[in-house]
């Protein structure tokens, strides 16, 4: 039976491109085995060759070696894994990266990091500087008086407005007089009839000295008469003084204001009874002009402010809101405590303020700024170009050729967004305020004014690096397509 077989496992002649195409394999059971199932599958009806496997195979193992080859090259320009130890060596870095090197030829973060930087510059400039002190404070009321009845009776009408302004002495309620006028006419008739009585004994008196003097009447019955005079002139002066405290009376009744000031909200409608003993009085009074802020400060700027105190100087003193952003009033310091708080080493201080614009209110919280004195021709630069490092305080100064070096500075007074330089920096030289997080000695820097009119520093390179790094991946995209292709047409 192999014998018969064999001439059929041998190829037909009328196919030999097929049997040319094929490759070559090592005789064996599974060669036999293929060929008799390709002899049958040829000796079908259709006659269609089936695909060939192995050549898919190999196309595919080609792709992938040229995938890999080509990932090699990308990954040999860009060295990704080198942007670490340049960023941790600045030395290497500048080594490395110049303008000379592979590395910044190629377009990679070496070339950024060598170009000029965008900067903001400012001169320092001579200039006063106010030496000002800055604490935490609260608007205090001159006076704050909760207004009371100071004699018991009924509430009969109440005269301001929750909130209203009223002066010293307006009439804010009434209680009912009405009781108090019978006492007082009642002490007027009782002091009318004492004077009555008073003068009679006066008259008698007179009468008995001129029968004494004719040696008519007794003496004791003379002094007798002398001291019932006496006694009426006291009934008379303890009527007068009735009279006068039921006066009193009637003028409490009209409950006034003690001072100037703004009213609070009612604690008492008209129709109850009021007594002297009640809390919460009938209301609050508030004076708000002038008004004071007290505030603390340390007790080692207390010798400053007491040596300008007792040369008579009026310090001014600045109130401001609580984000201390906003002016609210001004004024002048009053006066100092008498002692030092012994648990916070800090003395309180009380400054007036006009508040003629009702900006302050009482309990506010502000930021009290005290002006001590006046630092003359210091060098004055922006807070934000003094920088703090391990060397301390510096500054960026900017050398004529656009390049920096760092200047360590010492600092003395800060206002605001000024800060004083004691020492290390002249009046004329030029600091970077802005941009210093991308500088070390020696960078090289440009001003975006000297620079064209609509080009930016920091937009130019973030732009010339996201532009070789788009280059680069487009040509690593079209290296991939290229040799992809090159593989199809094989």
Excluded: C
Excluded at 103 to 132: E, L
Excluded at 215 to 226: E, G, K, N, P, Y
């Amino acid at each position: 039976m192999d014998e018969q077989q064999k001439p059929l496992d041998t190829p037909r002649n009328d196919e030999p491109a097929q049997a040319s195409r094929t490759p070559s394999a090592p005789t064996g059971p599974q060669d036999t085995h293929g060929t008799r199932a390709n002899h049958g599958t040829q000796g079908s009806p259709g006659g269609n060759p089936p695909p060939q496997k192995p050549r898919g195979r190999s196309r595919a193992l080609g792709l992938l070696v040229v995938a890999l080859i080509v990932a090699g090259i990308v990954i040999a320009r860009w060295h990704p894994w080198s942007a670490g130890s340049g960023a941790a060596a600045p030395g290497a870095a500048s080594g490395a990266g110049g303008p000379g090197s592979p590395m910044a030829r190629r377009g990679g973060p070496g070339a950024f990091a060598n170009m000029p930087q965008p900067v903001h510059v400012a001169t320092a400039s001579p200039g006063d500087m106010p030496i000002v002190i800055t604490a935490l404070g609260t608007v205090t009321p001159l006076a704050n008086v909760t207004v009371r009845t100071q004699l018991s009776g009924t509430l009969q009408s109440v005269n301001f407005k929750e909130g209203q302004m009223v002066k010293q002495g307006d009439v804010l309620a009434q209680v009912d007089p009405r009781p108090y006028e019978i006492s007082l006419a009642n002490a007027e008739g009782q002091l009318a009839r004492d004077e009555a009585l008073l003068a009679t004994a006066r008259l008698d008196l007179k009468r008995y000295q001129t029968l004494l003097s004719q040696d008519s009447i007794a003496s004791q019955q003379v002094d007798t008469q002398a001291s019932l005079v006496k006694q009426y002139e006291g009934t008379v002066k303890s009527d007068r003084a009735n009279v006068a405290t039921f006066k009193l009376d009637l003028a409490y009744a009209r409950i006034t204001a003690p001072a100037s000031g703004r009213v609070g909200l009612r604690q008492v409608d008209p129709g109850n009874y009021v007594t002297p003993s009640d809390t919460n009085g009938i209301v609050v009074l508030t004076q708000i002009q002038p008004i004071s802020v007290v505030f603390t400060t340390s007790e080692d700027n207390l010798p400053a402010i007491m040596k300008q105190l007792h040369t008579g100087t009026k310090m001014s003193v600045t109130a401001y809101d609580r984000s201390n952003t906003t002016s609210l009033e001004g004024g002048y310091l009053e006066t100092v405590d008498n002692q030092i708080d012994t648990t916070t080493g800090t003395v309180k201080l009380r400054a007036l303020f006009p508040n003629t614009g009702l900006g302050l209110f009482p309990n506010q919280f502000v930021n009290a700024r005290l002006l001590v004195d006046v630092l003359k021709n210091a060098v004055i630069v922006p807070t934000s170009a003094v920088l703090n490092g391990s060397m301390g305080q510096f500054v960026y100064v900017v050398k004529p050729d656009n390049t920096v070096t760092v200047r360590p500075v010492k600092v003395g007074p800060v206002d605001g967004e000024r800060s004083s330089i004691k020492s290390g920096l002249a009046a004329g030289e030029r600091v970077v305020i802005d941009g210093s997080d991308r500088l070390r000695e020696g960078a090289k820097i440009t001003i975006p004014a000297d620079m064209p009119r609509g080009a930016s520093g920091g937009r130019g390179a973030s732009g010339a690096y996201a532009a070789s790094g788009a280059s680069g991946a487009s040509g690593a995209h079209g290296h991939r397509r290229h040799a992809s292709q090159a593989a199809a047409n094989q």
